[in-house]
């Protein structure tokens, strides 16, 4: 199921890989997704606490991880990243007046895309309609109230983070002007939203899709121009 966003964004009701859009008692996880490192199209699944299958190598390129998909790559590398060297168009950025373009390494269904960072800056304009519970946060979001879920991450040491008090999702935007990180969503327990630039792209973390036909509704018609 999709909801429309009043940003013109039309989003995806559950994270990439959940089998839920909302939790029942007891089976709060099956809200969780899929994670991803930035940039890669193969998912992992956390299933219990233990280290997950590694390499500290980093990929000469995308290619190459793509043959090992069962290993998290670059794990404590010093750049953060598990290329060696970083490639900002993994999931289709262009710059910041060009809408993204759909690539063999977006992990979202065909017609669907990695978020763009400017949907998560309207959700971080958005309050929980019920408070904080422990499956994480319910946000009314165009007249639909969508779950957001506390799913944690997997950390760059390729050990499972999911006592993160804060939900936490890829954008596929990468702050070129100025720290050169992918940007994520960070929603935290209390009430706090931001877009924030992570500097670690061998960190997984969760994604959720957009379709490929929405499009933002251009407010500033100077700034759209120049």
């Known amino acids: 199921n999709i909801h429309g966003n009043p940003n013109g964004y039309i989003v995806q009701d559950r994270n990439l890989g959940a089998i839920a859009a909302e939790p029942e008692t007891g089976k709060e996880k099956n809200l969780w997704g ?4 930035w940039g890669r199209p193969t998912p992992f699944r956390v299933v219990d606490n233990n280290q997950l299958p590694h390499t500290t190598a980093q990929a000469d390129t995308p290619e190459d991880a793509v043959k090992d998909p069962t290993k998290l790559y670059g794990i404590n590398a010093s750049n953060g990243d598990w290329l060696k060297a970083s ?20 992990p979202c269904p065909q017609g669907y895309m990695v978020a763009d960072k400017r949907v998560w800056e309207s959700i971080a304009n958005y309050q929980s309609t019920n408070g904080w519970q ?5 946000i009314e979001v ?10 944690g991450s997997i950390g760059s040491n390729a050990y499972p983070n999911q006592a993160e008090s804060r939900v936490r999702l890829w954008s596929s935007v990468v702050d070129i002007n100025n720290t050169k990180y992918p940007f994520e969503l960070r929603y935290n327990s209390s009430g706090d939203a931001t877009t924030s630039p992570s500097p670690n792209r061998n960190v997984a973390l969760p994604v959720r899709c957009i379709s490929g036909h929405s499009t933002e509704s251009i407010t500033n018609l100077s700034a759209a121009q120049t």
């Open 134 to 138: 422990s499956a994480g946060a319910k």
């Open 87 to 106: 490639n900002n168009q993994l999931w289709g950025y262009q710059n910041d007046f060009t809408k993204a373009q759909k690539t063999i390494y977006d």
């Open 142 to 151: 165009g007249g639909t109230e969508i779950w957001y879920p506390l799913q």
């Open 34 to 37: 899929l994670y991803y490192q």
